[in-house]
């Protein structure tokens, strides 16, 4: 017996699907449940059965579809098995059968565009769009009031939110049965394209107002507009890595141009800063911080730099990087599969689906999925793809007596092999997603893998990529887990993921276009602060994310590093050369970071707040040194200026902080001071004020504050 | 719509029990087109397809054969010509699982057709405000937005309480069969 406290996902989506609300997203979902289980099978089939009844029994008490030329008053049939109503099916059946067989078909045939405008007329309204309330809630946008210029934007984005109503009132006098749907596909429209490269105004507007129906249901209220400061840090530290300086932030504040949000995310896109932290980022995801193997991570920092200066489409770099061939000084990219090719190439299997795809193939490696319909046999052919590769050793060309260490691809003659559960070795062909995949003249498998892989309007593979961008600049995720989009993960937003991920389909997959959408759409402009209105709100309990506001991050080991060099201007004590100060970054990010020898090549980021870290932060020579007061430090500069002492403190929180002093912190920080001054004069009293600006600088870096994005 | 067209010459006319088993059969057809294309307005004009069909037909209908059977396969077929016919404007199931859920729904029928019989005294058992927001709700041509409209509440708050009336049915209507089936 299915019941449907077993299947609550279930009995929501088909919710959603009655009441014609359902996404294309969350109907992909529906039949995945639908398809994989069989008492998911056979609950909708009962719900859908006790809906239609509903619908049946109740339409049958009203006559208002009748065709008036047939009599119903000659009700010559027994009574209906079927307890309830007299529908006006059988009603017709009926009085057309004692009328005979002509007017029986004739009626049949010739009634229905009759009900079919009939019942246009009923419903005209509510049939155009599922969510046509979506508009009318948000009259004036956040994002297309900020640009008035453009003139057409402002009309086009939400006519194009809603094209099924452009179809209503180009022609009133259409009755096409498509206007009666529950499915009306949203995205497959005739849209001007030129509207989404632009600025994307709509595509901001869409996601805005998806955003506030979620809130709408919800019945919670968005946290408040974040405060310039406190925007602008988080700006700087989801895209460039780093905090702003203490200038950058009172030169943001100061700006009062309306669209200076969207300005400053431009320029940090153009900034070189914005390459090395992607490069780490993503440097990151692919090989780990802790280069355990033969890992050459200069060289791969080296594509993803490349990559990232020239905004390449994110499809090529992946194709790149899974099909890349050669030794990695010659080609970067061949970094990530020389670091997981161990194993049988199952770290190479399940980073791959894991980072590209964000689906966890790692389980089924070894048996069927037990929540989704993943199987085995999935994970081995996708496995089979990377088994044409191979680390070889060549000798050198320049050199043959030297060997280096190279992708090479090597033929697979027929399947690979594999032991399922119960000891049967079974064979694995190329394939990914059902299709097949065979070398096909200069194209190997893993040429076809990448061509699959981006195959489409909303491949998997760009859908990954807009959770995970997502992720990085508003701290939750689509899905409870970033990497599972799998079939069995809850997708708060599918509207905003499918848009999202088609309009970068469709912009090339260009990355510093989708940053630009996220950056600017109403959630990052949130403050992180939880108000009454929205306290469930807080995926760190398990709930859903709903980005009513800006979730609070750590700082990655990276970022910190980064932004003490900021916040202390301490550059010069580490290293006179670029190369000198990176390898002291490395160094001391070696500190926070342990591998675990695991299938998956795992590691873990010691950096979250805990007590090594602590102490490392509060007494590591990094922090040490840029306290110190040598010349050419920010320390120093702000304790020799010619400013009052109120001036000295609020530089110093801005420099950290990106804010000014609270009046209780410059209260305390005030009588710091003058315990430090005490009863000395002169130079020494100026001493002492520095070591009481030094401690509070020590105490602004060591908060938590400082360490969090919020 | 003025002028009707010639009519067709009779061969012969439909006998009382075909009928009979036609208007009989009518809600079974309706849902049986439901469950595979979820949506009642699509299904009520896949049914006139269907009905028009097995009117022409009829005379290859043999009597004492299992007519359910025989209409469900003229339905399966419409579902799929309608289905060929809107599929760039739908989202629909694929061919495959649609087959599934239509051999599964017709090896339910017995089954759904005392949950059909329940469901009326379910219905009867709601409070009454619910009972009639319910019937609002599947009133002709109604839909969400019309009934919040109607009541003056929020549109969501109207949708979740479609979602407790319904599953407030379903659990009842389950309830009831249990002593049967077990």
Same mark, same amino acid.
């Given at each position: 017996?299915?019941n449907?406290?077993q299947?609550?996902?279930?009995v929501?989506?088909?919710?959603l699907?009655?009441?014609?609300?359902?996404?294309?997203?969350?109907?992909?979902?529906l039949?995945?449940?639908?398809?994989?289980?069989?008492?998911?099978?056979?609950?909708?089939i009962?719900?859908?059965?006790?809906?239609?009844?509903?619908?049946?029994?109740?339409a049958?008490s009203?006559?208002?579809?009748l065709?008036?030329?047939?009599?119903f008053?000659c009700?010559?049939?027994?009574?209906e098995?079927?307890p309830?109503?007299?529908?006006?099916?059988?009603q017709?059946?009926?009085a057309?059968?004692?009328?005979?067989?002509?007017?029986?078909?004739?009626?049949?045939?010739?009634?229905?565009?009759q009900?079919?405008v009939?019942?246009?007329?009923?419903?005209?309204?509510?049939?155009?769009?599922?969510a046509?309330?979506?508009?009318?809630?948000t009259?004036?946008d956040l994002?297309?009031?900020?640009?008035?210029?453009?003139?057409?934007?402002?009309?086009?984005?939400?006519?194009e939110?809603?094209?099924?109503?452009?179809?209503h009132t180009?022609?009133?006098?259409?009755?096409?049965?498509?206007d009666?749907?529950a499915?009306?596909?949203?995205?497959?429209?005739?849209?001007?394209?030129?509207?989404?490269?632009?600025?994307g105004?709509?595509?901001?507007?869409y996601?805005?107002?998806?955003?506030?129906?979620?809130w709408?249901?919800?019945?919670?209220?968005?946290?408040?507009r974040?405060?310039?400061?406190?925007?602008?840090?988080?700006?700087?530290l989801?895209?460039?890595?780093?905090?702003?300086t203490?200038?950058?932030?009172?030169?943001?504040?100061a700006?009062?141009?309306a669209?200076?949000?969207?300005?400053?995310?431009?320029?940090?896109?153009?900034?070189?800063?914005y %390459?090395?932290?992607?490069t780490t980022?993503?440097?990151?995801l692919?090989?780990?911080?802790?280069?355990?193997?033969?890992?050459?991570?200069?060289?791969?920092?080296?594509?993803?730099?490349n990559?990232?200066?020239?905004?390449?489409?994110?499809?090529?770099?992946?194709?790149?990087v899974?099909s890349?061939?050669?030794?990695?000084?010659e080609?970067g990219?061949?970094?990530?599969?020389?670091?997981?090719?161990?194993?049988e190439?199952v770290p190479?299997?399940?980073?791959t689906a894991?980072?590209f795809?964000? *689906?966890?193939?790692?389980?089924?490696?070894?048996?069927?999925?037990?929540?989704?319909?993943?199987?085995?046999?999935?994970?081995?052919?996708f496995?089979?793809?990377f088994?044409e590769v191979?680390? %070889?050793?060549?000798?050198?060309?320049d050199?043959p007596?030297?060997?280096e260490r190279?992708?090479?691809?090597?033929r697979?003659?027929g399947?690979?092999?594999?032991?399922t559960?119960?000891?049967l070795?079974? &064979?694995?062909?190329?394939?990914?997603?059902?299709?097949?995949?065979?070398p096909?003249?200069e194209?190997?498998?893993r040429?076809?893998?990448?061509?699959?892989?981006?195959e489409?309007d909303?491949? *998997?593979?760009a859908?990954?990529?807009?959770?995970r961008m997502?992720?990085?600049?508003?701290?939750?995720?689509?899905?409870?887990q970033?990497?599972?989009?799998?079939?069995h993960?809850r997708?708060s937003?599918?509207?905003?993921?499918?848009?999202?991920?088609?309009e970068?389909?469709?912009?090339?997959?260009?990355?510093?276009?989708?940053?630009?959408?996220i950056?600017?759409?109403?959630?990052?402009?949130?403050?992180?602060?939880?108000t009454?209105?929205n306290?469930?709100?807080d995926? &760190?309990?398990?709930?859903?994310?709903?980005?009513?506001?800006?979730?609070?991050?750590?700082m990655?080991?990276?970022?910190v590093?980064?932004?003490?060099?900021?916040?202390?201007?301490?550059?010069e004590?580490?290293?006179s050369?670029?190369?000198?100060?990176?390898?002291?970054?490395?160094?001391?990010?070696?500190?926070?970071v342990?591998?675990?020898?695991?299938?998956?090549?795992?590691?873990?980021?010691?950096?979250?707040?805990?007590?090594?870290?602590?102490?490392m932060m509060?007494?590591?020579?990094?922090?040490?040194?840029?306290l110190?007061?040598?010349?050419?430090?920010?320390l120093?500069?702000?304790?020799?200026?010619? *400013?009052?002492d109120?001036?000295?403190i609020?530089?110093?929180?801005?420099?950290?902080?990106?804010r000014?002093?609270?009046?209780q912190?410059?209260?305390a920080?005030?009588?710091?001071i003058?315990?430090?001054?005490?009863?000395k004069?002169g130079?020494?009293?100026?001493?002492?004020?520095?070591?009481?600006?030094?401690?509070?600088?020590?105490?602004?870096l060591?908060s938590?504050?400082?360490i969090?994005?919020? | 719509?003025?002028?009707?067209?010639?009519?067709?010459?009779?061969?012969?006319?439909?006998?009382?029990?075909?009928v009979?088993l036609?208007?009989?059969?009518?809600?079974?057809?309706?849902?049986?087109i439901?469950?595979?294309?979820?949506?009642?307005?699509?299904?009520?004009? %896949?049914l006139?397809d269907?009905?028009v069909?097995?009117?022409?037909?009829f005379?290859?209908?043999?009597?004492g054969?299992?007519?359910?059977?025989w209409?469900?396969q003229i339905?399966?077929?419409e579902?799929?010509?309608?289905?060929?016919k809107?599929?760039?404007s739908?989202?629909?199931?694929?061919?495959?699982?649609?087959d599934?859920?239509?051999?599964?729904a017709?090896?339910?029928h017995?089954?759904?057709?005392?949950?059909?019989?329940?469901l009326?005294?379910?219905?009867?058992?709601l409070?009454?405000?619910?009972?009639?927001?319910?019937?609002n709700?599947?009133?002709?041509?109604?839909?969400?937005?019309?009934?919040?409209?109607?009541?003056?509440?929020?549109?969501?708050?109207?949708?979740?309480?479609?979602?407790?009336?319904r599953?407030?049915l379903?659990?009842?209507?389950?309830?009831?069969?249990?002593?049967?089936?077990?």
């Open positions: 017996m299915s449907w406290n299947h609550p996902e279930l929501e989506l088909l919710e699907l009655i009441e014609e609300r359902l996404s294309s997203a969350q109907f992909a979902q039949e995945s449940l639908v398809r994989s289980d069989a008492a998911a099978r056979r609950f909708y009962e719900y859908m059965d006790l809906h239609g009844t509903l619908h049946w029994n109740t049958a009203s006559d208002r579809f065709p008036e030329e047939v009599d008053t009700d010559l049939a027994p009574a098995t079927a309830i109503g007299r529908s006006r099916y059988k017709l059946a009926i057309t059968a004692a009328l005979g067989l002509i007017l029986a078909v004739t009626v049949t045939v010739f009634n229905k565009p009900n079919q009939a019942k246009q007329d009923n419903n005209a309204s509510q049939q155009i769009d599922p046509p309330q979506k508009n009318s809630t009259p004036n994002i297309a009031n900020s640009t008035p210029s453009k003139g057409g934007m402002s009309e086009g984005g939400p006519v939110l809603n094209p099924s109503r452009t179809n180009d022609d009133p006098n259409s009755t096409s049965k498509n009666n749907t499915f009306v596909v949203q995205t497959d429209n005739s849209k001007p394209s030129n509207a989404a490269t632009d600025t105004a709509d595509v901001v507007a996601v805005n107002d998806q955003l506030r129906q979620s709408d249901d919800n019945e919670i209220k968005p946290s408040p974040a405060e310039d400061s406190e925007w602008v840090r988080r700006a700087y989801d895209t460039v890595g780093h905090i702003p203490g200038e950058q932030v009172k030169a943001f504040v700006d009062k141009r669209d200076k949000r969207a300005r400053l995310i431009n320029t940090l896109l153009d900034d070189e800063d %390459i090395r932290n992607w980022v993503w440097a990151n692919l090989i780990g911080r802790s280069n355990p193997r033969e890992v050459n991570r200069v060289a791969l920092e080296k594509f993803l730099r990559s990232f200066r020239q905004n390449r489409g994110w499809d090529d770099v992946v194709a790149d899974i890349a061939e050669g030794t990695p000084e080609n990219a061949a970094s990530f599969l020389m670091a997981h090719l161990n194993n190439a190479a299997t399940a980073i894991k980072l795809l964000c *689906q966890q193939m790692q389980c089924t490696q070894c048996h069927d999925h037990p929540f989704n319909d993943r199987r085995q046999d999935e994970f081995w052919s496995n089979s793809i088994k191979k680390v %070889i050793d060549r000798p050198r060309a050199n007596k030297l060997n190279a992708l090479a691809n090597v697979l003659d399947p690979t092999f594999y032991e559960r119960n000891g070795m079974k &064979a694995a062909y190329p394939q990914f997603e059902g299709t097949r995949i065979a096909e003249g194209q190997d498998l040429g076809g893998l990448a061509k699959l892989m981006s489409g909303a491949p *998997q593979m859908r990954a990529f807009v959770n997502w992720m990085h600049f508003l701290g939750a995720a689509f899905t409870a970033v990497d599972d989009m799998g079939p993960a997708i937003h599918p509207q905003v993921v499918d848009r999202l991920t088609r970068f389909v469709r912009s090339g997959y260009d990355v510093k276009q989708l940053i630009r959408w950056t600017q759409s109403e959630p990052y402009q949130l403050s992180s602060r939880i009454s209105g306290t469930v709100d995926p &760190a309990t398990g709930n859903e994310a709903l980005f009513s506001r800006a979730y609070v991050k750590t990655t080991v990276e970022q590093f980064d932004s003490l060099l900021i916040a202390t201007d301490a550059r004590l580490f290293g050369t670029w190369e000198a100060v990176e390898q002291k970054r490395s160094e001391w990010l070696q500190q926070f342990m591998a675990f020898g695991t299938d998956e090549n795992d590691e873990a980021d010691l950096f979250d707040g805990s007590i090594p870290q602590a102490l509060m007494n590591g020579e990094l922090v040490q040194l840029s110190q007061n040598k010349r050419g430090t920010y120093e500069k702000v304790a020799h200026s010619k *400013q009052s109120d001036a000295k609020e530089a110093v929180a801005l420099a950290t902080l990106s000014k002093p609270t009046p912190e410059l209260a920080v005030r009588k710091l003058r315990d430090h001054v005490g009863q004069r130079p020494e009293a100026q001493a002492a004020t520095t070591a009481g600006l030094q401690d509070l600088f020590w105490a602004y060591n938590n504050e400082f969090l994005i919020h | 719509m003025s002028s009707v067209p010639d009519t067709k010459v009779v061969r012969a006319v439909p006998t009382e029990e075909f009979q036609f208007s009989r059969s009518q809600r079974r057809l309706f849902l049986h439901l469950a595979q294309v979820s949506n009642p307005a699509d299904a009520e004009e %896949i006139q269907t009905n069909v097995i009117w022409s037909k005379e290859q209908f043999q009597q054969t299992n007519f359910i059977a209409s469900f339905a399966n077929f579902v799929l010509k309608f289905r060929d809107r599929r760039s739908r989202l629909f199931f694929t061919d495959e699982l649609c599934v859920i239509a051999r599964e017709e090896s339910m017995d089954d759904l057709d005392l949950r059909r019989a329940a009326n005294e379910c219905l009867q058992k409070r009454p405000q619910d009972r009639e927001l319910i019937e709700r599947y009133a002709p041509g109604n839909k969400g937005k019309g009934v919040a409209e109607d009541v003056g509440r929020p549109i969501n708050s109207v949708y979740q309480s479609f979602g407790r009336i599953k407030t379903y659990e009842c209507v389950s309830r009831r069969l249990k002593p049967s089936v077990r």
